[in-house]
Nanobody
Framework: QVQLVESGGGLVQAGGSLRLSCTAS????????MGWFRQAPGKEREFVAA????????HYRDSVKGRFTISRDNAKSTVYLQMNSPKPEDTAVYYC??????????????WGQGTQVTVSS
């Protein structure tokens, strides 16, 4: 089993920056793809970004390209989501996920509990 714990969420002004972290424990995730998803009130969970286990491949949803950066440190079993110039529409609960397949779909095997990000205008 893999346990994922997100941190770093909070209130940020539009145009500011915020970095989310997700630390894994249990079975090693160094060979797992990692993803970030988000869910706003009344909306379905959606893909934000994903990174391969080597860190060499990344995927982003169009609306965050150029503003968000996903990265990972396998030695620390941690994946990051650097959020620059966030917008009010980025407000959501952000979830970290892990799977042995790199995908932008929601079919990740392991999920964290989520961290709230609120962007004020």
């Amino acid at each position: 089993q893999v346990q994922l714990v997100e941190s770093g969420g909070g209130l940020v002004q539009a145009g500011g920056s915020l970095r989310l972290s997700c630390t894994a424990s249990g079975r090693t995730t160094s060979h797992y793809a990692m993803g970030w998803f988000r869910q706003a009130p009344g909306k379905e969970r959606e893909f934000v970004a994903a990174v391969s286990w080597t860190g060499g491949r990344t995927h982003y949803r169009d609306s965050v390209k150029g503003r968000f950066t996903i990265s990972r440190d396998n030695a620390k079993s941690t994946v990051y989501l650097q959020m620059n110039s966030p917008k009010p529409e980025d407000t959501a609960v952000y979830y970290c996920a892990a799977d042995n397949v790199l995908t932008i779909s929601i079919r990740y095997a392991y999920w964290g509990q989520g961290t709230q990000v609120t962007v004020s205008s």
